[in-house]
């Protein structure tokens, strides 16, 4: 009978002689070969601490058409499948459980990738960044990638280009770095000044020395770019002047896209105000960049740094 509660009977179901199969018998004709079948056909549910839920209590012959009443979700630290959540429901503790799978959509997860569209592309700008927005103003599969400037009817015009990379799965790259192009009405290219350097500092050295560090970005320029430092340095108090004074010059390895200067200047006089001018310098036509602006420094004597070993071996102290 549908609702019945389950409770022991005081008669032997197996003295019963009834002739209903399995599947026909409820509570309350043979209530211990109901409790076996439906244990048997459903087993207890697992839970998270290793326990298992028994199915005593309310049973229906029907639980499958029966909403759940109460719903446990068991969430894993790492799912199988990003996009699938599990669920298990069911109405109470001693009714089987109904699975529930649910689901969530992410777009342009998956796409199917074509090799026939891999290429690089090549942007331009007249006169500013290109717009990465338009079509590109040329293509390949492979590099390089050629296109022909026009050249002005008088004067010169100024080019960026940059190239990115779309790949199989129409991803297109992100970079956003330009090369700049000058040309004139010949077509020919226009070499400009290199770039000043940038973040130029002035530290104490031992002996009234000074060190001297810059950073230079050449990659930015193209062929621009310089190739030798020029350190100019004055104790009078007075800046250096590029005219008239002489100037250490120093090789640049141009490697990395980034120009690192450390040099050390001196010695000079203690109290000495020394000022310290860094340019950059193509020196294939000698162009050197017009920055003007120097760096000033209060010369003090400062310890050496001590050189010592550790773990057996000798340890040095400067007094």
């Not at 409790?35 to 839920?53: D, N, T, W, Y």
């Not at 790259?173 to 500092?201: C, H, K, M």
């Not at 050295?205 to 060190?211: D, G, K």
């Not at 640049?252 to 203690?270: D, I």
């Amino acid at each position: 009978m549908a609702g019945s509660y389950l409770r022991k009977s005081r008669r032997d179901p197996r003295r019963e002689g009834h002739s209903l199969a399995p599947d026909q018998r409820v509570a309350g004709k043979n209530t211990y070969a109901f409790v076996r079948h439906l244990r048997a056909k459903f087993p207890p549910i697992p839970e998270l601490s290793g326990r298992h839920q028994r199915r005593e209590g309310w049973f229906d012959p029907t639980p499958e058409l029966q909403p759940p009443d109460r719903l446990r979700i068991n969430l894993h630290q790492s799912p199988p499948n990003p996009n699938v959540t599990w669920g298990a429901a069911s109405r109470s503790g001693g009714r089987p459980p109904a699975w529930i799978q649910y689901t969530q959509t992410i777009s342009s997860k998956y796409r199917v990738a074509d090799t026939t569209i891999a290429q690089y592309e090549l942007y331009i700008g007249v006169g500013s960044e290109p717009d990465f927005t338009q079509v590109p103003d040329a293509a390949s599969s492979t590099l390089p990638v050629t296109h022909a400037l026009a050249a002005p009817a008088s004067g010169t015009v100024l080019y960026r280009a940059t190239t990115r990379f779309r790949n199989k799965y129409d991803l297109l790259s992100l970079n956003q770095y330009s090369r700049a192009f000058e040309i004139d009405s010949s077509g020919d290219e226009v070499l400009s000044d290199p770039s000043a350097p940038e973040d130029v500092t002035l530290g104490q050295e031992p002996s009234f020395s000074v060190l001297v560090s810059a950073v230079y970005w050449w990659h930015d320029d193209g062929d621009n770019k310089a190739d030798a430092w020029l350190v100019y340095s004055t104790d009078t108090g007075v800046d250096p002047d590029p005219s008239s004074d002489t100037p250490e010059e120093v090789a640049m390895s141009l490697t990395f896209g980034r120009e690192q200067l450390f040099l050390v200047v001196g010695g000079f006089a203690a109290g000495a105000d020394v000022r310290v001018l860094v340019r950059t310098k193509r020196t294939g036509d000698g162009v050197i960049s017009t920055n003007t602006v120097a760096t000033q420094i209060d010369v003090e004597d400062v310890p050496a740094t001590p050189d010592g070993r550790t773990f057996g071996g000798t340890r040095a102290e400067y007094l």
